[in-house]
């Protein structure tokens, strides 16, 4: 069951071939780092952690390599107004190191309480100035980019099929289709790869041009290929990245090699409230604190993200907040209460004292199992269908308490290295760990049972009583817990 993707490069669901077999180079645009991230934000880095893991499930080896974005952000995504993270630094009376390094930081705490994986690299603007530079001269020289008073710029006319990604419409060009601010731009679309002559920005490095900063676009290009090379794999990021971004960044680096320079482009969908994009331009966002303040737990976004297609717009409602919950909280009862065993698999067949499970002649696990798995497999390789997968774990639930067959615990881990849910951690938390003594006691009371000698049950019940631990029979089995 091959990987299918969408791929906004052919608007097409393409079968996932790598250009090495088994191996995977996959760069993500990072946060701007001068503010908190948005659950938007997160939103898309829950996409593009799900889709490592979705990869990795299917045995590829990921290099996963992520930017973080510490200087270039215009706040218009074109070459308007001014630096977000130099605007930051000069509100604050911060340095903009001080300002990125905070907001990085913050990122990484975001992404560890979303259980969201750190990519294999992450790595900075600021610390790639000389690739940047490297990159432009080779542009320079090869007739795709002109010096102006203020910038390098990048040529758009000179690059064929710049509108590729975004089925832009170019006749636009001559005619101003993107407002007009630099009267020495040759085209509306060009758009600056280098910043000179700005005194006012914090940040400056020396280059050919002059002392200056780098455009943003320049960045990822710089950055992917710097470690992933002149073409690889996947890259991702959210829509709005499609019709400036990411097209500027194939013309870069496309300009510069000659070569192809991704072979899957996904993007994810925004998350909305109230029928609008959230931004933090717009300051109608919430952070993940906000969304804790709230007395949610971060598991329950992340659901919530999981349980609606990446490339449909996702609107933050009290409903479907909800509703992640009720599904959460139904994968984390039944892990919580299946009983103190580990391999819950094997012994819930012969161990369950109470006989109602115990029929060993039930149908195995792995037969009834396998099924779910491969309608798992299935639904995350029909690009990324997360709410479908979400959905065949609640069912697989659902049938265990039906069929009174719980061993469905290592299937539900494996699942959750997509999911990224934190199966385990529940489980672990709220399982208490017996001591040795009791968990012989126990054992010897199972056998007992099996054997049917009640006199010898009842006697280790009483004497796992005495020691301060109580039995109980669950519908999912025997538990046993100190006494309160
Ligand atoms: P930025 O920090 O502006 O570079 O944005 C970081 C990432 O968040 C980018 O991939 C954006 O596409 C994405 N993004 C921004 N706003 C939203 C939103 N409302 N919903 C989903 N993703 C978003
Ligand atoms: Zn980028």
């Known amino acids: 069951m091959s990987l299918k993707l969408f791929n906004t490069l052919t608007r097409n669901k393409d079968d996932f071939i790598p250009i090495v077999e088994g191996k995977v180079g ?3 645009c990072g946060l701007t780092v001068y503010n908190y991230a948005h659950i938007g934000n997160l939103r898309t880095y829950i996409f593009t952690d799900t889709l490592r893991r979705v990869l990795e499930y299917n045995g590829y080896e990921v290099n996963h390599v992520m930017n973080i974005t510490d200087v270039g952000h215009l706040a218009s995504d074109q070459d308007e107004g001014e630096d977000k993270i130099d605007r930051e630094a000069q509100k604050t009376k911060k340095s903009p190191y001080e300002i990125a390094e905070f907001y990085t930081q913050a990122f990484l705490k975001d992404m560890e309480e979303l259980n969201i994986q750190k990519p294999t690299l992450m790595c900075k603007a600021t610390e790639h100035i000389p ?38 419409n170019l006749d636009g060009q001559n005619s101003g289709a993107r407002v007009e601010v630099e009267p020495e731009k040759r085209n509306p679309f060009d758009f600056a790869l280098w910043k000179i002559n700005q005194p006012n920005h914090i940040m400056q490095w020396d280059s050919p041009w002059g002392r ?3 455009g943003w676009h320049i960045e990822c290009s710089a950055m992917s290929m710097k470690y992933l090379g002149e073409t690889f794999d996947i890259h991702s990021g959210g829509i709005d990245h499609i019709p400036v971004h990411h097209t500027n960044e194939i013309a870069q680096s496309e300009g510069a090699t000659g070569k192809k320079f991704v072979n899957y482009w996904v993007h994810a969908n925004f998350l909305q409230i109230k029928d609008t994009k959230m931004s933090k331009s717009l300051a109608n966002f919430y952070t993940l604190q ?31 907040l909800t509703a992640a919950k009720t599904a959460l909280e139904y994968i984390y009862n039944f892990v919580t209460q299946m009983g103190n065993s580990d391999d819950a698999s094997k012994t819930r067949n012969e161990t369950t004292p109470t006989g109602r499970l115990g029929d060993v002649t039930q149908p195995s696990y792995e037969d009834w199992v396998k099924e779910y798995k491969e309608k798992f497999l299935e639904a995350i390789n029909d690009d990324l269908n997360t709410p479908q997968a979400v959905a065949i774990v609640l069912e697989i639930i659902q049938e265990a308490y039906k069929r009174k067959q719980f061993g469905i615990y290592e299937t539900l881990l494996d ?15 709220t399982k208490e760990e017996l001591p040795d003594e009791i968990k012989t006691l126990i054992t010897e009371r199972e056998n007992a049972r099996k054997t049917k000698d009640w006199k010898k049950s009842d006697a280790l019940r009483k004497q796992i009583e005495s020691s301060g631990y109580i039995l109980e029979d669950t519908p999912e089995g025997m538990r046993c817990k100190k006494k309160e």
Not at 292 to 316: I, W
């Open 26 to 28: 996959y760069y993500s």
């Open 131 to 168: 690739d940047m530079i490297a990159l432009i001269e080779k542009l320079v020289n090869k007739g795709y980019a002109y010096v102006t008073k203020n910038a390098v710029y990048y040529d758009t006319s000179k690059f064929k099929d710049y509108g590729k990604l975004a089925r832009l």
């Open 212 to 214: 200056g900063f780098p």
């Open 290 to 320: 906000d969304l804790k303040n709230m007395g949610f737990d971060p598991m329950v976004f992340k659901m919530f993200v999981l349980m609606a297609k990446y490339r449909a717009e996702l609107s933050f409602t009290d409903e479907a």
């Open 415 to 429: 699942f959750d290295r997509v999911l990224g849910i934190r199966i385990k951690e529940k489980r672990e938390s």
